[in-house]
């Protein structure tokens, strides 16, 4: 490929791929984001390609695998372009009658998406109510491009962005645009970007580092990994764009280890920017060098913190500091550096190419833009979901994540991860804003949001995140890393039926010493789910403490399990199941739980058939001794 | 274990700064464990303290100081598959196998780990034994699946 020189040549470039290109030639696209993947959408796609030869189309229909689509729920997706069908759950038995019907201009009705209030089969990608309740201006391309393509990138506008800030614009009006914009950090704390790129920029010194923050830890998230292994130049271009209004030649791209595609794909993306000249020395010519170094990640939480991770680049153990000075006047090798989360990163072109207008045109008046989710947990439509900034909890569990399984209540929904809160039913009306979830207790953090029902237990949920976070903390400081122990012992007690009455209180001194005392973040937020659980949920701590009881069946101490005689139908199903053989019974025998053999793994409950609900869970009161012996024979009901 | 390799390895970082990390995580995936001799090699051609190396290699959750057995099975435990029943999951392995979460199986056969997250949440809880995916997973499939590994 030859090198590109200024942004004339550059918009030449693109417009010979698009001369390439035919817009109404058949293109499928295969997700082969992580869910995809686990779904075997390896298969699928191999699958098509055979078909697709085996039909003589090849140069009739383009095979494009790409990034997440979002709706992992529904996996291996696949859309056909021009006309965007999505089909959905598509196994690799379906290619050749997906592909005939290409040929045939026709629709595979049993592969698309039903509604499931119409009934109705729907055709459209955007017409399916996941998808259309979304606004999806930067996630949204992950589905039009092979990540390892630049060339699909560059058809869709891809360094225009750069050209434009690099020739139309001085670096403080990059800047000015950006802090215009008002776009705040989106890996978790919301800080406004454009002030902590001016304070790196006005810092003292030649030498000045951007850096790429992708060390997503927080359990139950994917935004970032998805963006970056879909859209990795998206990510370059905004990072290459901030280092111009910084005065940065030299950028960082930090990510995990455990996310092999990301690091393979952003490898890849950086050779291919580098060959065309859109990164490297002399940007498209415009005298501007910015060079571009991947580090992976070793797998620590807390090296996600700001100064951690700069202390990781140096090759050092991940920890934090004290931030007296700010990582934008002393970071990396103690020179000025910026660090931004991935989606952060990936708006930078967008309001370049838009305008600051057009951003703070989005969302409310302290949040701007959108914001991915990682919609998870017991909800319809597991998957990624961008919104825009002020959409109310509500819509996006409801509208978007198509509500609860299986008819289940909704108790609660955790946004934020280990450093968010719990929040309850009562503010599911509450808007999608920095500060407006920070005053429920929570945050936006990076985009974690858990739905959990009724069968979710809040105490267990809290003791789940404090021991997540006890296993990360680096033990540094005192206030978090005895404070996590101690709370640690203090929520086993309670979910062990052994609380004392006074453990909330407890909790709550504890929470309040370590959010004042603690070093970073990790710890000054780590209270975070304990706190809100009590504001939100005493009732559940106190039945824990006071009656022994987990009202949600989930505490294993807390709960047991026995058969009821009267609908025991003798079915053997929990007997054959039971992995610790405790069902005593047989043929015609009514099936009885030794408690003294339970482990309380519930398999019981859940094979046992619904037309019988024999299997009863209990908490807090004592289980009804078993049968005798002698009445165990089953007296079949006369019809 | 290669010397050779281990200088290979080395050598692959010539003249760049910051880099311990990045050559033990190339190690790691080279043996699927870091040998003691690999670090006192590095430490003799970088110069670097033992006890240094050491400190990094015990920090990070993808360094390993023990080897791994021949499969290894990871149970998912983020938030969306813990509230799913991941915990559930996990202590049906760890029955089964007679181990512990971090631990491998005297025969070498498994080693098992819980992880936070895998990025498949729709499919949760999930464990993943060697590069298979079994989602939506049920304790009372666990064993079948672990017997398919033998």
Redesign the interface.
Known sequence: MARINSPTELEELRQEILSQRDPNKPCLTICSG??C???GSEKVNSAFVEEVKRQGLESKVDIRRTGCHGF??R?TLIVIYPEEICYIQVQPEDAAEVVQSIKDGKVVERLLYTDPVSAKKIVREAEIPFYKNQSRIVFGNNRRIDPKSIEDYLALGGYSALAKALFQMTPEQVLEEVKKANLRGRGGGGFPAGRKWEECRNAPGDIKYVIVNCDE??????MD??LMEGNPHSVLEGLAIGAYAIGSHEGFIYVR???PLAVENVTTAIKQAEEYGFLGENILGSGFDFKVRI??G????VSGESSALMT???????EPRPKYIRTAISGV?EKPSNLNNVETWANVPLIINNGAEWFASIGTEGSKGTKIF?L???VNN??LVEVPMGITLRDIIYNIGGGIPEGKKFKAV?TG?PSGGIIPEQYLNSLVDFDELTKLGSMMGSG?M?V?DED?CVVD?AR??ID?LCDES?GKCIPCREGLKRMREVLNDIVKGEGKKEDIELLEELSRVMSKASLCALGTTATNPVSTTIRYFGDEYRAHIEEKRCPAFVCKELVSYYIEPSKCQACLICLR?C??EAISGGKNQIHVIEQSKC?K???CF??CPPRFQAVVRSSGEPVPPPLPEEQRVLVRGKK | MEREKVDEIIDRYQDEQGILIQLLLDIQSEFNWIPQEAIVRISERLQIPLSQIYRVVSFYKAMSLAPIGRHLVQVCLGTACHVRGGPKILNRVEEALEIKAGETTQDMNFTLRRVNCLGCCALGPVMIVDKDYHGKIMPAMVKEVLEGYD
């Open positions: 992580t869910g993947h686990a779904y992992c729920e996996g830890g927080d359990p139950g998230a994917y990994r998805s280890q455990e996310y580090h992976r070793a797998g620590a939480f990781a680049l140096e090759g050092g153990v991940g090798w990682s998870v947990g017991k597991t998957g955790q991860g974690g858990i959990m979710t949920m789940y995140f997540f680096c199941n992995p610790v482990t793994c519930g398999t859940d094979v």
